[in-house]
């Protein structure tokens, strides 16, 4: 799908991953939807993106909230007349404790944001969606989605959830107009680690070192989108374990578990 005069819609797109994508489909003749729920950040995008006001439509949104959802569509259409893509990639991880320290109140958080705010959008949206001649729907999902990260858990989860939900909903539209696009991230450097409340990893640290830029990661987001690609390990690292986790699964979970007690110490 072209990104030129194509509307977009991100979610999460106050900073990190969804501000880099929205700069970058500016950048390529794109329109944008840009939401969060942090109005401020979504100023900041929109500033930094693109001059030209007709170019980005600013929403504040709360993934978690139907009513807000629902009431999206209308919005979109009435501004921009269209939408051709959505990409969903609002998100948060959990504290790094073991599941039976996991409070109940975050386990309910992080699936409402990242799996049911997918799903969520998507059904939402996919009527529209169907109606252009190309569209493109795009889910952010996670290392964590394919292979066991010792204190991550419910994330993992919320993540799988959300690989699996999009594998399916790309063979149920292979006869449609709407392309699927599932994205899996390896170590990038954002602020979902200070949005969820966690520390913020160390400059210099191994994994600082071992990361990519948002504006990287956007890059090779957007040219999945182009080139109509279903399935995307963005960065070295995701490339690495997807390969690890599908030739010996055991192996590579006990190899992320010693790496990660090798971090946490």
């Not at 690292?237 to 006990?254: E, G, H, I, Q, V």
């Amino acid at each position: 799908m072209k990104i030129k005069d194509k509307v977009f819609l991100i979610t999460g797109a106050a900073n990190g991953i969804g501000r880099a994508l929205t700069i970058q489909i500016i950048k390529n003749g794109g329109k944008v939807v840009v939401t969060d729920i942090d109005k401020k950040g979504i100023e900041k995008t929109i500033s930094l993106a693109s001059a030209d006001s007709s170019k980005t439509l600013g929403i504040v949104l709360d993934v978690t909230n139907k009513k807000e959802i629902e009431s999206l569509p209308e919005k979109v259409i009435s501004n921009f007349g269209q939408i051709d893509c959505i990409i969903n990639n609002a998100g948060i991880i959990q504290p790094f404790v073991p599941i039976e320290e996991l409070e109940e109140s975050k386990t309910e958080q992080l699936m409402n944001i990242n799996f049911y705010g997918t799903y969520h959008l998507t059904r939402v949206f996919l009527p529209y969606l169907k109606k252009r001649e190309v569209a493109n729907i795009t889910n952010i999902c996670s290392m964590g989605g394919f292979i066991p990260f010792p204190g991550q858990s419910v994330y993992g989860a919320s993540k799988a959830a959300v690989k699996l939900m999009t594998e399916a909903l790309y063979v149920e539209l292979l006869d449609t107009n709407v392309e699927v696009t599932l994205i899996f991230p390896g170590a990038v450097r954002t602020e979902i680690m200070k949005n969820s409340g966690l520390k913020v990893i160390a400059k210099n640290s191994d994994m600082e070192n071992k990361s990519i830029t948002a504006e990287n990661a956007a890059q090779q987001i957007v040219q999945a989108i182009v080139k109509g690609r279903f399935k995307v390990m963005v960065g070295k690292d995701a490339k690495m374990l997807n390969f690890l986790y599908r030739l010996a699964p055991t192996w590579a979970s006990k190899l992320i578990a010693k790496q990660m007690k090798v971090m946490s110490n």
